[in-house]
């Protein structure tokens, strides 16, 4: 889920001001330039908030050099990690020496480390942040039919977990619409395989009969966009999630709430897969500070318009699905 802008001086790339030493841990997020992030101003406070002299920082890569920096950032000694935005996910996972199962199946990665071996270990935790934020909001995806549009990273991300069968839990359907009709299908046919749920390809973005619509595409990041689909098709019952962070609420999300429908946006899927990255990484005691009480993150990702929806966290509540990295294979 994470997507970036060009790199700009480096204390504001940080959020947090950087340390005046040379034992500061630094991650990287491999972007391309036309991205927009929101990762530094979440996880740098994260960092700051756990004690971890830390930093997040966004670097454009072009395509044709992703696997020379996946391959030798690492003779940087104080370099800990990679955070892979969406237009590198699935290029990503072929330098990659072992992935985890959802990775695997979604074709894709969004973190990677190198192991003591010196192996490159990737993962992938957009599609368990999508679904605990479905939790989150009191959304089901079990037996329901689902429409995704886009067929990128983040797209197959999120199908791959909801194929997926977890506690006997699973989509009933998955359709993705993408004008790349031949990598909509691909994808589909991957996912189909690997999972065993329906999952196919549409020549339609037409909405209708779906129960949940995700938007995972580049459409609605500039805010002049048309929207991803007709809003007016869909139905009654129907939910909408938003993965895109520009512009929200955007015009789509403006969209199904007029016609009273639940739509929410792509924050939430963020903020739930904190504690993922963190675990991954090795801060154990940072990922379980997100678990007890994520209140600060949201509070600083959720634009003005939109704090009066942040759901207060109960001391007894937990609003983390109870998955650790160890737990996704």
Same mark, same amino acid.
């Given at each position: 889920?994470?997507?970036?802008?060009?790199?700009?001086? =480096?204390?504001?790339?940080?959020?947090?001001?950087?340390?005046?030493?040379?034992?500061?841990?630094?991650?990287?997020?491999?972007?391309?330039?036309?991205?927009?992030?929101?990762?530094?101003?979440?996880?740098?406070? #994260?960092?700051?908030?756990?004690?971890?002299?830390?930093?997040?920082?966004?670097?454009?890569?072009?395509?044709?050099?992703?696997?020379?920096?996946?391959?030798?950032?690492?003779?940087?000694?104080?370099?800990?990690?990679?955070?892979?935005?969406?237009?590198?996910?699935?290029? #990503?996972?072929?330098? &990659?020496?072992?992935?985890?199962?959802?990775?695997?199946?979604?074709?894709?990665?969004?973190?990677?480390?190198?192991?003591?071996?010196?192996?490159?270990?990737?993962?992938?935790?957009?599609? *368990?942040?999508?679904? %605990?934020?479905?939790?989150?909001?009191? /959304?089901?995806?079990?037996?329901?039919?689902? =429409?995704?549009? @886009?067929? @990128?990273? %983040?797209?197959? %991300?999120?199908?791959?977990?909801?194929?997926?069968?977890?506690?006997?839990?699973?989509?009933?359907?998955?359709?993705?619409?993408?004008?790349?009709?031949?990598?909509?299908?691909?994808?589909?046919?991957?996912?189909?395989?690997?999972?065993?749920?329906? *999952?196919?390809? *549409?020549? $339609?973005?037409?909405?209708?009969?779906?129960? !949940?619509?995700?938007?995972? $595409?580049?459409?609605?990041?500039?805010?002049?966009?048309?929207?991803?689909?007709?809003?007016?098709?869909?139905?009654?019952?129907?939910?909408?999630?938003?993965?895109?962070?520009?512009?929200?609420?955007?015009?789509? !999300?403006?969209?199904?709430?007029?016609?009273?429908?639940?739509?929410?946006?792509?924050?939430?899927? &963020?903020?739930?897969?904190?504690?993922?990255?963190?675990?991954?990484?090795?801060?154990?005691?940072?990922?379980?500070?997100?678990?007890?009480?994520?209140?600060?993150?949201?509070?600083?990702?959720?634009?003005?318009? !939109?704090?009066?929806? /942040?759901?207060?966290? !109960?001391? $007894?509540?937990?609003?983390?699905?109870?998955?650790?990295? $160890?737990?996704?294979?």
């Amino acid at each position: 889920m994470t997507s970036c802008h060009p790199t700009p001086p =480096l204390c504001q790339a940080m959020s947090i001001p950087p340390s005046d030493t040379d034992a500061t841990d630094v991650y990287l997020i491999l972007c391309d330039t036309a991205e927009q992030t929101l990762a530094p101003d979440l996880f740098n406070p #994260a960092f700051a908030d756990a004690g971890l002299d830390a930093v997040l920082v966004a670097v454009p890569v072009e395509p044709r050099h992703l696997e020379a920096m996946i391959r030798t950032a690492w003779v940087a000694q104080n370099l800990k990690g990679l955070w892979v935005s969406p237009a590198h996910q699935t290029a #990503a996972l072929a330098v &990659l020496d072992h992935c985890s199962s959802l990775g695997r199946i979604a074709g894709a990665v969004n973190a990677i480390r190198r192991n003591a071996d010196g192996r490159l270990e990737g993962a992938l935790f957009d599609g *368990v942040g999508f679904v %605990a934020s479905l939790i989150y909001f009191g /959304i089901s995806y079990a037996d329901q039919r689902v =429409l995704i549009l @886009g067929a @990128g990273g %983040a797209a197959a %991300a999120i199908a791959a977990s909801l194929a997926r069968p977890a506690d006997a839990v699973c989509a009933a359907e998955i359709a993705f619409y993408d004008p790349d009709t031949a990598r909509a299908t691909a994808l589909a046919r991957r996912i189909a395989a690997a999972t065993g749920t329906p *999952v196919h390809a *549409v020549s $339609s973005h037409d909405p209708a009969g779906f129960d !949940l619509v995700v938007h995972a $595409s580049a459409l609605g990041r500039p805010a002049s966009d048309a929207l991803p689909c007709d809003v007016a098709r869909m139905e009654t019952h129907a939910c909408v999630l938003d993965t895109v962070l520009n512009n929200q609420p955007s015009a789509l !999300l403006r969209a199904a709430r007029a016609r009273g429908l639940q739509a929410q946006p792509g924050f939430e899927m &963020l903020v739930q897969q904190t504690h993922l990255y963190l675990d991954f990484f090795g801060h154990t005691e940072a990922a379980g500070m997100v678990r007890r009480d994520a209140s600060p993150l949201r509070q600083r990702l959720y634009p003005q318009a !939109l704090q009066h929806e /942040i759901q207060p966290q !109960l001391p $007894s509540e937990s609003q983390f699905s109870p998955f650790t990295f $160890s737990s996704l294979g």
